[in-house]
């Protein structure tokens, strides 16, 4: 089945070390996302890739990267885990809008998640 | 910006009960998207419901149906005939329509849905 897929599903990394979390997806989607999501919060989207071009949200902390070296996969690399970054970090997919009728929705499709401990 | 406001964190229905949850949201955009994701404890979030601000009708998709009034900015999800699959964490989401190439989605902070016996 077509699916969005996350690995690993929990990570401990320890305060200061580099971790980095992995996306891949069978949709051949346009674009993936990046949520944040901190325990009893909503998700809260870092950034997004349409194909290569990368969106950064205002508030996301430099500390937080990605890269998307094919359709398929998109990375989050943090460089320098602090207690607050532990959370549950999802990954989504959809289609992009270009070519597509106005009114399409443009479903998100979501990954089961990364849950991250820092210790 | 748009903010999205669950004001229930947690509710309880018993077994073939209906139960509503509660989404409202502030937006100054006249067309966009609002949706229901349900998010099962380890599980991935699938999207529930969705209804576009532009048609009046209120969705609905078997059991789920919802309750949308534009003009209180009200959205709220009614499940009828609840079963003990349905317990899970209830997000409510907007989407503008005018986000670019990109499904930008705002949400509310949960409220988790309990089925009971």
């Known amino acids: 089945d077509a699916m969005v897929i996350q690995n690993p599903r929990y990570q401990v990394t320890q305060f200061g070390k580099p971790v980095t979390l992995s996306c891949s997806q069978t949709l051949n989607h346009n674009v993936m996302y990046w949520y944040q999501q901190k325990s009893s919060q909503a998700p809260k989207l870092l950034f997004h890739?349409?194909?290569?071009?990368?969106?950064n949200e205002a508030d996301t902390p430099d500390n937080f990267q990605s890269r998307r070296p094919n359709t398929s996969f998109c990375f989050l690399d943090i460089r320098s885990p602090g207690l607050g970054d532990a959370a549950m970090y999802l990954c989504?997919?959809?289609?992009?809008?270009?070519?597509?009728?106005?009114?399409?929705?443009?479903?998100?499709?979501f990954g089961p998640g990364t849950r991250l401990t820092v210790l | 910006a748009q903010t999205v406001t669950q004001s229930q964190p947690e509710m309880s229905v018993q077994e073939a009960e209906t139960v509503t949850l509660s989404c409202t949201y502030d937006t100054s955009e006249s067309d966009y998207y609002l949706f229901w994701y349900k998010q099962p404890p380890s599980r991935q979030m699938i999207l529930v419901i969705r209804q576009e601000a532009y048609k009046q009708q209120n969705a609905t998709e078997n059991r789920f149906s919802v309750n949308f009034q534009k003009a209180a900015k009200s959205f709220s999800l009614k499940i009828s005939d609840s079963q003990l699959g349905d317990a899970a964490m209830y997000f409510c989401?907007?989407?503008?329509?005018?986000?670019?190439?990109?499904?930008?989605?705002?949400f509310g902070t949960g409220t988790r849905l309990q089925v009971t016996l």
């Open positions: 989504a997919t959809s289609r992009g809008m270009s070519g597509v009728s106005e009114k399409n929705y443009n479903e998100q499709f």
């Open positions: 989401a907007y989407r503008s329509s005018y986000t670019g190439t990109a499904s930008k989605l705002t």
């Open positions: 890739y349409y194909d290569k071009d990368f969106n």
